[in-house]
């Protein structure tokens, strides 16, 4: 898609400097910290993602919660922000661009696939993130739905999301304790 970070440059010899340099030339065009696109290069429609899946520098980002889903489109969800999910122990050491929403979180690998070159949760982990974000029961049932519709969930699959969040409702929906944990009320 026409973009090149600093880090991948710098793996074939390319020293900062001649980036600066090339943007000051008008070669390529600084999109974020250490993220550069080549100006030649068309755009693409999709060049915001590849954006965001670059940013962290030396490590990948991964497009997931809502913005998965709108990619995947399963259901109308229109993230305000690009979400990407990092690992866990992944330190952030610059300023959080304003358009993305950071997740931390240790993924296997059967959690990641490839939309467009980028990478991308699957459409049920996109599900279960979201539903641990708190989208609407409306957006994710319709995520399901969609999901089905377009084969990218199997029946089977769809059937245990929907029990996974009819369970987190009704623990939502449980009274809590004196300890702050929610218990089933006593029945008479």
């Known amino acids: 898609m026409g973009y090149v970070t600093a880090a991948q440059a710098a793996k074939v010899g390319v020293q900062n400097m001649t980036l600066v340099m090339m943007a000051r030339r008008g070669s390529l065009e600084r999109a974020s910290h250490g993220v550069y696109r080549l100006v030649d290069y068309p755009t693409h429609p999709l060049a915001q993602y590849m954006q965001a899946t670059l940013w962290p520098y030396d490590q990948r980002g991964i497009l997931s919660h809502g913005t998965a889903l709108s990619l995947y489109e399963m259901s109308d969800v229109n993230p305000a922000k690009v979400h990407i999910t990092l690992p866990a122990g992944f330190r952030i050491q610059r300023r959080v661009e304003p358009y993305l929403a950071v997740h931390m979180a240790d993924l296997p690998a059967t959690d990641i696939t490839a939309f467009e070159g980028m990478p991308i949760t699957t459409p049920a982990r996109s599900v279960r ?36 969040m009819e369970s987190a409702q009704r623990r939502s929906s449980l009274p809590p304790t004196a300890g702050g944990r929610r218990t089933r009320a006593a029945r008479h």
Request: net charge positive; no cysteine.
């Open 129 to 164: 993130d979201a539903a641990a974000a708190h989208l609407g029961p409306a957006l994710l049932a319709q995520a399901i739905d969609d999901g089905i519709r377009s084969g990218r969930l199997s029946p089977a699959v769809a059937k245990a999301l929907r029990r996974e």
